[in-house]
């Protein structure tokens, strides 16, 4: 059964960093694309980062380019988001998922089965 259990959200001033985690299982990571989405109130999900669990590589939207990072630590079963230089247009729910192959590629919600609980980012001063 795959788990995911994200974590590190909060409230952060304009410029800020903020890094998610998200914990799951050494089966999980082997097996699954993991991916970062978002919604903000009133707008629909949308992919952020994600992962490939063959090779390491990653996709960004580009809003986010040059300013987030997703990395995976295998020793910790887990799946990070560094957020740097934040915005107002940052703040949102953020939710890891895991998806199958090619996945990530694309970074689509709908490519993700299986979902965290989500954790709330919110940018303001």
């Known amino acids: 059964q795959v788990q995911l259990v994200e974590s590190g959200g909060g409230l952060v001033q304009p410029g800020g960093s903020l890094r998610l985690s998200c914990a799951t299982s050494?089966?999980?990571?082997?097996?699954?694309?993991i991916g970062w989405f978002r919604q903000a109130p009133g707008k629909e999900r949308e992919g952020v980062s994600c992962?490939?669990?063959?090779?390491?590589?990653?996709r960004y939207r580009d809003s986010v380019k040059g300013r987030f990072t997703i990395s995976r630590d295998n020793a910790k079963n887990t799946v990070y988001l560094q957020m740097n230089s934040l915005k107002p247009e940052d703040t949102g729910v953020y939710y890891c998922?895991?998806?199958?192959?090619?996945?990530?590629?694309?970074?689509?919600?709908?490519?993700?089965?299986?979902w965290g609980q989500g954790t709330q980012v919110t940018i303001s001063s």
């Open positions: 992962i490939s669990f063959s090779d390491g590589a990653t």
């Open positions: 050494r089966a999980t990571l082997e097996r699954y694309n």
């Open positions: 998922a895991a998806g199958g192959w090619g996945a990530w590629s694309r970074c689509l919600p709908k490519d993700f089965g299986t």
